[in-house]
């Protein structure tokens, strides 16, 4: 029995018009009557699907009796039935009958889309009496763009501010509040203005942490720097601050520190000028400053006592030449400390070496008081024996001071040093002469090798070193020269060198006994400017005076290229000679030279304009052109184009595509006007310059 019960309620279930199955049996005209007769007449699906059956099998009657029918069902009062799908039967009725009857239909659907044609022709007379010509210049002045401004944002309109009107707000900086402080702070791209120092006051003012690593306070002047430090004193003692300052006062890519001694002395000085008043809490950046000061100024032959006595006197955590202190500091020096970044030198790391040689320096025909509170006592008398022994003094009184076996090493040694202060850089035209410090020999042979400066770099790439292997050459001048001081004293002997003639390279060789030194003398230089040019590069060589030398050539690979009178060298670009690594040489000097890609990187900048107006069917329209080319962002001459032609491709009514010629063998200018004729039913235009640029 209850089987049957559940068969009987299957059978009453009523079916649904959007039942897959019954989908699939509508969508089949052999089997569609079938599906229909399974709906229940009257409900929206009988209504919809019946009027679709008619309107698919051509019935206009049948369906238009439907409709009216399923119509007149939704304005009953009692069951009314839904008008979903209604609306989509009536417009795809209205398409279809647009071919046999064009006009009921296109009403229908102008009432439909509820579309208005009520427009009236422009009257261009009245246009042209009632519309401007020209733009409004009060619309677009300075006042009307900060009256927007002001109504974007009135608490902070100075955000929407650009140019020359941000710049000029700086001369309000003294009634600025902090948001505006700080908002400029970090949005002014430019530090070389005159309201950047008041605004930076201001802001230290309202934050004292600021740092100068980066920002805008990164960009300050060393002038700029110099005003802050009047108004905030304590700026000395911000590490930032004194690492950027010390930044500011190197000098340009045009100084080389490893050649010009004396530019690099003079930039240290500077340097010291400023660190000599740091406070303790940067005494590692200060002692970092006064080494290399001391040093550079030793080299030049120049002691500043007083220098040396500050050096000294900042505290040390490790005992060693220099005392520590008796009482911890708090602020020890760390010479492994790096400042490169600012200073442009090493880390320290040890200063033995520096502070005996001042020590000897001043402990010749001075006292030994002044050191005395720095220098540990064994040490300070060990060296001040060591200096009076070899300046010849009383060895009795002297002698005695030092260790019997240290008094011994020191008279049987041999020495040949440099003396300090000998140039690193010489002129072509300079007289060469070395100063030594000798002792214990009794013979001194002097042996000079000239070197072939443009083969070495041709052969190894490289400058040549002082320690360059001499196997095999032979010397192209050699003497002996003799002196008859004694063995335990140390004297300074002037070495003239007249063989060194004219620029070149040479390295001088001393010898006597089994102690030599060599010094690497190289008299001119070259200097070398590479620059790119639209159609390759140019290398302009200069000597070390910077007079142009008209005599000098680079070699790349297999090729050679000479420089006019001016000392430019031409170098076209190639793009099958890959070689972009060579030689610049004149006479007996040599400097490499590395260059860009020798290959082309063209471009063309063409920019179109056409209104819009213009683009009536039939009838003549005007391309404003406007033509730039550039290789590798240098401009080249337009008549490089070859068989320039403008093309136009249009795409018409109907899904038709046609492409002309329109302009050809254009002769190009920068700014050019180009005529064509539009085409009739014109959906979409492109205008294509085209050509051949041969590299």
Not at 377 to 400: C, P, T
Not at 418 to 426: D, E, M, T
Not at 587 to 594: E, F, I, M, N, Q
Request: proline share 6%; charged share 25%.
């Amino acid at each position: 029995m209850r089987k049957t019960l559940i068969s009987l309620l299957l059978a009453c279930t009523p079916l649904h018009a959007d039942d897959d199955s019954f989908r699939e049996r509508f969508a089949d005209p052999a089997t569609r009557t079938a599906a229909l007769a399974e709906l229940i007449p009257g409900t929206r699906d009988a209504y919809f699907h019946t009027a679709l059956d008619h309107q698919l099998a051509g019935r206009a009657d049948d369906y238009r009796r439907t409709v009216a029918e399923w119509k007149a069902a939704t304005e009953r009062k009692e069951n009314r039935i839904s008008t979903e799908g209604l609306s989509v039967l009536e417009d795809r009725q209205l398409l279809m009958d647009y071919q046999e009857n064009p006009v009921p239909s296109l009403a229908g659907l102008i009432r439909k889309l509820d579309l208005k044609f009520d427009d009236m022709r422009p009257d261009a007379a009245a246009a042209a009496q009632s519309l401007p010509t020209r733009v409004d210049e009060a619309a677009i002045s300075e006042a009307a763009f900060e009256k927007l401004a002001l109504e974007k944002d009135p608490t902070t309109p100075y955000i929407h501010y650009r140019g020359e009107r941000l710049l000029r707000e700086l001369e309000q900086v003294e009634s600025f509040d902090e948001a505006k402080i700080r908002w400029f702070m970090e949005h002014l791209q430019r530090a070389d203005l005159p309201g950047v120092v008041p605004l930076v006051d201001r802001a230290l003012q309202l934050d004292g942490t600021l740092s100068f690593d980066h920002g805008l306070l990164d960009s300050l002047t060393s002038a700029q720097m110099d005003s802050l430090l009047m108004l905030h004193p304590s700026l000395r003692s911000k590490e930032s601050f004194a690492l950027a300052y010390l930044t500011k006062l190197r000098p340009g890519a045009g100084t080389d520190f490893a050649v010009d001694t004396a530019a690099h002395a003079e930039h240290l000085q500077r340097c010291r000028d400023f660190a000599i008043a740091l406070p303790p809490a940067l005494n590692s950046l200060k002692s970092h400053v006064l080494f290399h000061h001391l040093r550079l100024q030793a080299e030049l032959g120049n002691h500043p006592k007083s220098d040396l006595l500050t050096y000294l006197s900042l505290p040390r955590a490790e005992a060693g030449l220099v005392k520590i202190p008796q009482r911890p500091a708090e602020e020890t020096v760390d010479l492994d400390k790096d400042f490169e970044a600012a200073t442009g030198c090493p880390p320290v790391s040890d200063d033995t070496e520096l502070i005996e040689s001042l020590l000897q320096h001043f402990l010749v025909s001075g006292s030994a008081e002044d050191f005395a509170p720095y220098i540990e006592e064994k040490q300070l008398a060990r060296i001040q024996a060591y200096v009076k022994l070899l300046a010849g003094d009383d060895v009795a009184v002297w002698g005695k001071k030092l260790d019997p076996t240290d008094f011994r090493e020191l008279q049987e040694s041999s020495a040949i040093t440099f003396s300090q202060g000998s140039p690193k850089l010489l002129d072509g035209d300079a007289a060469v002469s070395l100063t030594l410090d000798l002792k214990n020999t009794p013979a001194l042979l002097v042996r000079i090798y000239e070197l072939d400066l443009p083969a070495h770099l041709a052969n190894h790439n490289s400058e040549p070193a002082v320690d360059i292997d001499l196997d095999g050459l032979v010397p192209h001048h050699e003497r002996s020269i003799p002196f008859t001081q004694a063995p335990m004293v140390q004297h300074r002997e002037e070495i003239t060198l007249p063989e060194l003639a004219g620029p070149g390279v040479w390295l001088v060789d001393f010898t006597s006994g089994q102690v030599s030194a060599r010094a690497l003398i190289r008299k001119g230089r070259l200097v070398s400017y590479p620059q790119r040019t639209a159609t390759g590069q140019t290398v302009s060589v200069f000597d070390e005076k910077g007079n142009a030398v008209p005599s000098a050539s680079i070699a790349l690979g297999t090729e050679t290229f000479s420089a006019d009178a001016d000392g430019r060298i031409t170098i076209p670009d190639a793009p099958n000679q890959p070689v972009t690594d060579g030689i610049v040489r004149a006479g007996k000097l040599a400097t490499p030279v590395t260059l860009e890609t020798r290959g082309d990187e063209l471009a063309m900048d063409a920019r179109f304009h056409l209104d819009r107006e213009q683009l009536l069917a039939d009838q003549e329209a005007r391309l404003h052109l406007r033509l730039r080319l550039t290789n590798h962002g240098h401009e080249l001459p337009l008549d490089r184009i070859k068989e320039p032609a403008l093309v136009l491709k249009a795409e018409l009514a109907g899904g038709i595509t046609t492409e002309r010629v329109i302009a050809e063998n254009l002769a190009l200018a920068p700014v050019m006007e180009i005529p064509f004729q539009v085409p009739a039913d014109l959906l979409k235009l492109t205008l294509t310059l085209r050509g051949t640029v041969t590299p």
